[in-house]
């Protein structure tokens, strides 16, 4: 591709981008008042809240490894289009059964189109480049952080809540309009895998899937029989994946998961640090929201000023996060985890001790310094841990990696929203405050996991890198060789000097028009 033709793509996929990702962080204000305007209980609250995470989750492996088949233009396409139908459909709900099943299949449509989004980047890009389009695309998601919770707040403050939700939905409808026909113009043909027959694991897909909503039902239901039977079932499914998967490879075909990338260690740490830092943005999201809203009466347009700084700090973070990890590699996002951990510790500080006035100021000014810590986390991890794609998987290495943070995203949310809902009376006052603090030690919890993986992935780097293992740089074992098809993000040339987190700065400065 040439580079203007590189570049109008690039900037397709981030606005396809942007409106999907925007979708999740509107809606966190607009719950309350569509709960409202439709008469949803609690548990229903729960499912629309994680509705969206909860299908984009379970789309994104099996259209991941349809777009490496069958070409990602045409998933891309599909996926925009469901998007755009289903937020329609969400915009005339009567009830909150329509809501949901709307916010589903935007998931779906969302879930289906952002692996071929990362997959298209992988694609056109290599090496430094490809790190900088991650990082664009990390910036948009930022700007969609950023916009969300204004724009969501904008809506519901100007006009009647009752139908500010609805607006919302139906504000989509037009983009996407715009955005199919760019579609086909614009993106390339990618050529379909080659090398014999191709196959879809749709068994694997669908024992994934099971996975996913068994996993997340215990968190809307809470604890019971329905939670014992619920997890009894993930568990089984979860075995039957891993035993399917295994048996599907024999047999000669492709699996969901295959061989290469189960075992890349540095795959499987970065997607923990993945899971465990987007679970923690989401949820944070939510338990903020419903402690401003919820607790102390705050307008939405005020709530939403709380969480601008936040998203704001990211999206100026992610502009020169390639920069960051260029220089400091792996240990720089575990120093950036670090000061995301100790931003939580001073929210809640700020909560407990200090009335709603000023700890909302307190809030806003520590989100900024969160934002900048996550955004220097997001693009980092993944052109580190999506490097590890085998040759011919880079889509499905996409949803496996963004399956982690959406199934995190829709875990979260439930979980804090229900630490305000369930309980009763447990939406005013101390009892806020206390769910509030309840929210923060889980997250707590989460990103000490994050900082405990990203330590591991950097101690294995280092390692690597030590003079009496060189020849295990040369010469990769079997099971990172096949990761390695695709060109590594962040190279070494011969000129280039080591980071601090054992991986290689590149002299390369061609820049990404992004």
Request: hydrophobic residues 55%.
């Amino acid at each position: 591709m040439g580079t203007n033709a590189k570049r109008s793509a690039l900037w397709l996929c981030l606005g396809a981008g942007f409106i999907t990702l925007l979708d999740q962080s509107v809606f966190v204000l607009a719950v309350p008042a569509m709960s409202a305007t439709l008469h949803a209980d609690s548990g229903s609250v729960q499912w629309i809240l994680a509705s969206y995470s909860l299908a984009f989750g379970v789309a994104l492996v099996p259209a991941g490894r349809l777009g490496d088949i069958v070409g990602r233009r045409t998933l891309f396409i599909a996926g925009i289009a469901v998007f755009g139908a289903s937020s329609l459909l969400g915009g005339l709900a009567t009830d909150p059964s329509w809501v949901i099943m709307a916010r589903l299949l935007q998931g779906l449509g969302a879930g289906t189109l952002n692996p071929q989004v990362l997959g298209l980047l992988q694609d056109i890009y290599t090496g430094h480049d490809r790190a900088k389009a991650l990082g664009a695309y990390a910036a948009a998601g930022g700007s969609a952080a950023v916009c969300g919770p204004l724009i969501g707040g904008l809506v519901l403050s100007l006009g009647d809540p009752a139908t500010g939700w609805r607006i919302l939905f139906l504000a989509n409808v037009p983009l996407v309009l715009i955005l199919v026909p760019l579609a086909l113009a614009l993106l390339p043909r990618t050529t379909r895998s080659k090398g014999g027959k191709t196959s879809i694991d749709v068994l694997g897909a669908l024992l994934l899937g099971g996975v996913v909503v068994a996993s997340l039902i215990p968190t809307i239901y809470g604890a019971g029989m329905v939670a014992v039977t619920s997890l009894g079932i993930g568990a089984a499914a979860l075995l039957a994946f891993a035993g399917w998967e295994v048996l599907y490879h024999r047999r000669g075909k492709t699996p969901l998961l295959s061989g290469a990338l189960a075992t890349s260690k540095g795959y499987a740490l970065g997607t923990v640090v993945a899971l465990c830092q987007f679970g923690v943005g989401a949820g944070m999201a939510a338990v903020t929201s419903f402690y401003f809203l919820s607790g102390t009466g705050m307008a939405p347009l005020a709530a939403a000023a709380i969480l601008a700084p936040q998203a704001a700090g990211m999206l100026l973070a992610s502009t020169f996060s390639w920069r960051y990890l260029a220089r400091y590699g792996r240990a720089g996002i575990v120093f950036a985890l670090l000061a995301s951990l100790a931003t939580l510790v001073a929210k809640d500080v700020f909560v407990q001790r200090f009335d709603s006035a000023t700890a909302a100021l307190a809030v806003a000014v520590v989100g900024l310094v969160q934002g900048i810590a996550t955004g220097l986390v997001v693009a980092p991890n993944q052109a580190l841990t999506l490097g590890h794609a085998p040759s011919g998987a880079a889509g499905v290495a996409a949803g496996f990696y963004q399956l982690s943070q959406r199934f995190a995203a829709a875990l979260c949310s439930a979980a804090a929203a229900g630490m305000f809902l369930q309980a009763q009376g447990a939406v005013t006052g101390g009892a806020a405050k206390e769910s509030f603090h309840h929210g923060i030690l889980l997250f707590c919890i989460l990103l000490g996991a994050a900082v405990v993986a990203g330590g591991l992935d950097w101690f294995r780097e280092v390692r690597a890198a030590s003079p009496e293992n060189r020849s295990a740089v040369v010469v990769p074992s079997v099971a990172e060789s096949t990761t390695t098809a695709t060109e590594p993000l962040v190279q070494g040339p011969v000129s280039g000097s080591t980071t601090a987190g054992g991986t290689h700065r590149s002299d390369v400065t061609e820049p990404v028009d992004a």
